[in-house]
């Protein structure tokens, strides 16, 4: 299942993006990610590794939501460790970051594990 072509499209062009998790039994929180479509998929990763609180909250309670311009977009995230699916969001994170300093933090071997593919609720 994927997201419609006008969210995938949004996701794609928006540069930053508002990830909403909530933790089981506690509040939810926002915290500003980036994300990257190939194709169908939409991925995000955690620059931070599984440092962050927002990416240990996704895993804890997959049931997520995006914000972007004003859209807010329900997801599930679903841990993409496989080799295929981090090539791919590294690839993404390479070509819609270009230029960007931050850039080189995404792509890092020590946060690959954290890749996480979004799926429509």
Do not use: C
Not at 77 to 88: F, K, N, T, V
Not at 93 to 114: F, N, Q
């Amino acid at each position: 299942m994927s997201f419609s072509a006008e969210d995938r499209a949004l996701l794609d062009q928006v540069e930053e993006v508002e990830i909403e998790t909530q933790p089981p039994g506690g509040p939810a929180h926002r915290t500003t990610i980036w994300t990257v479509v190939d194709g169908d998929d939409v991925f995000v990763r955690s620059y931070r590794g599984d440092h962050a609180r927002w990416y240990r909250d996704a895993l804890a309670n997959p049931a997520v939501a995006i914000h972007a311009n004003g859209h807010r977009i329900q997801a599930t995230a679903i841990a993409a460790s496989d080799p295929q699916s981090i090539e791919r969001a590294s690839a993404g994170y390479r070509r819609k970051y270009l230029g960007d300093p931050a850039a080189a933090a995404m792509v890092r071997a020590e946060v690959l594990s954290t890749t996480l593919r979004l799926e429509p609720a």
